[in-house]
Nanobody, 128 residues
Framework: QVQLVESGGGLVRTGDSLRLSCAPS????????MGWFRQAPGKEREFVAA????????????RYADSVKGRFTISRDNDKNTMYLQMNNLQPGDTALYVC?????????????????WGRGTQVTVSS
């Protein structure tokens, strides 16, 4: 059974940084895209970032929501079978439950329907 386990969330202040991790179990995802979505209370689920399969060379290897470009960086360590989201200059608007996702395909997509596997999420709270 495939599971995606997130970690690294917490309570921080405006301008602080956090690094989220996502460690899959049950299979490796080096040949598949992975990403992050977030959902704040009372708001719709929102795409944050995605990273293509390791061998993907036909287009952009990463994609970001406009709201996080320049502040967040998505990466993956295939030796550790782990994906990361480095979040810098956090703002109160970044407060949300961050959920790791993984696809069966190689392309980094911003749409939730592209991802078959979802974690339970890790909470990020940014105080002003």
């Amino acid at each position: 059974q495939v599971q995606l386990v997130e970690s690294g969330g917490g309570l921080v202040r405006t301008g602080d940084s956090l690094r989220l991790s996502c460690a899959p179990s049950g299979r490796t995802f080096s040949s598949a895209a992975m990403g992050w979505f977030r959902q704040a209370p009372g708001k719709e689920r929102e795409f944050v970032a995605a990273i293509a399969a390791v061998a993907w060379t036909s287009g952009s290897s990463t994609r970001y929501a406009d709201s996080v470009k320049g502040r967040f960086t998505i990466s993956r360590d295939n030796d550790k079978n782990t994906m990361y989201l480095q979040m810098n200059n956090l703002q109160p608007g970044d407060t949300a439950l961050y959920v790791c996702v993984a696809s069966d395909g190689p392309i980094a997509q911003p749409t939730p329907g592209s991802y078959a596997y979802w974690g339970r999420g890790t909470q990020v709270t940014v105080s002003s």
